[in-house]
């Protein structure tokens, strides 16, 4: 158990790395705010990756994502996996990304599953292989070494060690993984932004071998959403024909309190989200936009989910939304898992905000 740094208050729900309390993070920032950048800035240093976005003066501009870096000669963007070589940006292009995949057996515990075509049958027969869930399909999941934001919970932080390591994998050999019990392809990590090229050119060549075999493939995205709005068409149009989902985790409502637990803004994050909302009635057999959040005891609280669920239900009511139960990882393994009672208020909270299709995920580790 953690005290407050700033108010006193002295409950399970402060993690002793941040310091301070939820409350306190969102009423005082400014004066939390230096104490915070520095357990960020430490855990950046851990993995030797850049403290903060590089914007050197002569530095080429990398145009994937929110940060907008530029790189100097030699240099690595903010994400670790967009270097500068003899005055090319190279890496996460078609020619070679950070990336490694694996069959994942349908019906999976997808943050979709409960309404996709691979947990569901949803949409068969133009967009499922079966007029139920999947059993005997497989989902190809694609993780993607790099990712632009610091979130300090990170369920799978174990990525850092391997950014910018290993072997360049090409696009073409990775549309070479699908095979024909491959139903669907997800892009996660990590997070697919900063090698969005890469992952849109084996997207479309697997999609075309698929095709031409007259197979389904569905393409899908779990991301934090905070690429450059550019990227948001190329996304939506590989999913949308596919019958595949675009998956946005949506991690805090408050910009102080997603700058305190991933340091970084969520702004981008929202306006994305928001722009891929005005298609959601394009496909409406299967939902093609969903959101996500994951339940941080003493931080995504009952006002971050309000705020959340508000901002989704007055975009669409009907966009999915799911409540996930948090497991201590990575910098915050002093918090404990998300608490029973906790999880079903964040429900309750979600609803009255006005979203329709809500689920509550990872019930298991509930306490």
């Given at each position: 158990?953690?005290?407050?740094?700033?108010?006193?208050?002295?409950?399970?729900?402060?993690?002793?790395?941040?310091?301070?309390?939820?409350?306190?993070?969102?009423?005082?920032?400014?004066?939390?705010?230096?104490?915070?950048?520095?357990?960020?800035?430490?855990?950046?240093?851990?993995?030797?990756?850049?403290?903060?976005?590089?914007?050197?003066?002569?530095?080429?501009?990398?145009?994937?994502?929110?940060?907008?870096?530029?790189?100097?000669?030699?240099?690595?963007?903010?994400?670790?996996?967009?270097?500068?070589?003899?005055?090319?940006?190279?890496?996460g292009t078609p020619a070679g990304a950070r990336?490694?995949?694996?069959?994942?057996?349908?019906?999976t515990n997808c943050v979709a599953d409960w309404?996709?075509?691979?947990?569901?049958?949803?949409?068969?027969?133009?967009?499922?292989?079966?007029?139920?869930?999947?059993?005997?399909?497989?989902?190809?999941?694609?993780?993607?070494?790099?990712?632009?934001?610091?979130?300090?919970?990170?369920?799978?932080?174990?990525?850092?060690?391997?950014?910018?390591?290993?072997?360049?994998?090409?696009?073409?050999?990775?549309?070479?993984?699908?095979?024909?019990?491959?139903?669907?392809?997800?892009?996660?990590?990590?997070?697919?932004?900063?090698?969005?090229?890469?992952?849109?050119?084996?997207?479309?060549?697997?999609?075309?071998?698929?095709?031409?075999?007259?197979?389904?493939?569905?393409?899908?995205?779990?991301?934090?959403?905070?690429?450059?709005?550019?990227?948001?068409?190329?996304?939506?149009?590989?999913?949308?024909?596919?019958?595949?989902?675009?998956?946005?985790?949506?991690?805090?409502?408050?910009?102080?309190?997603?700058?305190?637990?991933?340091?970084?803004?969520?702004?981008?994050?929202?306006?994305?989200?928001?722009?891929?909302?005005?298609?959601?009635?394009?496909?409406?057999?299967?939902?093609?936009l969903t959101a996500s959040t994951l339940l941080?005891?003493?931080?995504?609280?009952?006002?971050?989910?309000?705020?959340?669920?508000?901002?989704?239900?007055?975009?669409?009511?009907?966009?999915?939304?799911?409540?996930?139960?948090?497991?201590?990882?990575?910098?915050?393994?002093?918090?404990?898992?998300?608490?029973?009672?906790?999880?079903?208020?964040?429900?309750?909270?979600?609803?009255?905000?006005?979203?329709?299709?809500?689920?509550?995920?990872?019930?298991?580790?509930?306490?």
């Amino acid at each position: 158990m953690a005290r407050c740094r700033l108010c006193g208050a002295d409950n399970p729900f402060i993690s002793a790395r941040l310091g301070f309390c939820g409350p306190c993070l969102r009423e005082h920032f400014a004066q939390v705010w230096p104490e915070i950048q520095q357990v960020h800035r430490a855990s950046r240093r851990d993995f030797g990756l850049p403290e903060e976005p590089p914007h050197a003066a002569d530095g080429k501009l990398c145009t994937l994502c929110f940060h907008a870096c530029r790189i100097p000669e030699g240099g690595v963007g903010y994400c670790g996996a967009r270097r500068v070589t003899g005055g090319r940006l190279v890496d996460g292009t078609p020619a070679g990304a950070r990336v490694s995949w694996y069959d994942d057996p349908l019906p999976t515990n997808c943050v979709a599953d409960w309404f996709c075509p691979g947990g569901t049958g949803r949409g068969y027969p133009t967009y499922a292989c079966r007029d139920g869930p999947e059993y005997g399909y497989v989902n190809l999941a694609v993780f993607y070494h790099a990712c632009n934001f610091n979130c300090l919970y990170c369920q799978n932080w174990d990525f850092k060690r391997r950014t910018g390591r290993g072997r360049l994998v090409t696009a073409a050999e990775l549309a070479e993984a699908v095979h024909s019990r491959t139903a669907c392809i997800c892009f996660f990590g990590g997070d697919p932004t900063p090698q969005l090229p890469h992952a849109l050119a084996a997207a479309r060549l697997a999609r075309q071998q698929a095709r031409e075999a007259g197979r389904r493939l569905r393409l899908c995205w779990e991301t934090n959403g905070a690429m450059q709005p550019g990227w948001l068409k190329p996304l939506a149009d590989s999913s949308l024909p596919s019958g595949g989902v675009i998956k946005f985790d949506l991690k805090a409502f408050s910009d102080e309190m997603h700058l305190a637990l991933t340091g970084v803004s969520n702004s981008q994050t929202l306006k994305n989200f928001a722009a891929l909302a005005q298609r959601f009635g394009e496909r409406p057999e299967v939902p093609f936009l969903t959101a996500s959040t994951l339940l941080v005891p003493g931080y995504v609280d009952l006002e971050e989910v309000y705020g959340l669920a508000r901002f989704i239900a007055r975009l669409n009511p009907e966009i999915p939304y799911s409540l996930l139960a948090f497991y201590p990882q990575f910098y915050l393994t002093d918090l404990p898992v998300t608490p029973r009672q906790l999880a079903l208020a964040a429900q309750q909270t979600a609803l009255d905000a006005g979203v329709k299709n809500l689920r509550l995920g990872n019930v298991h580790l509930l306490k």
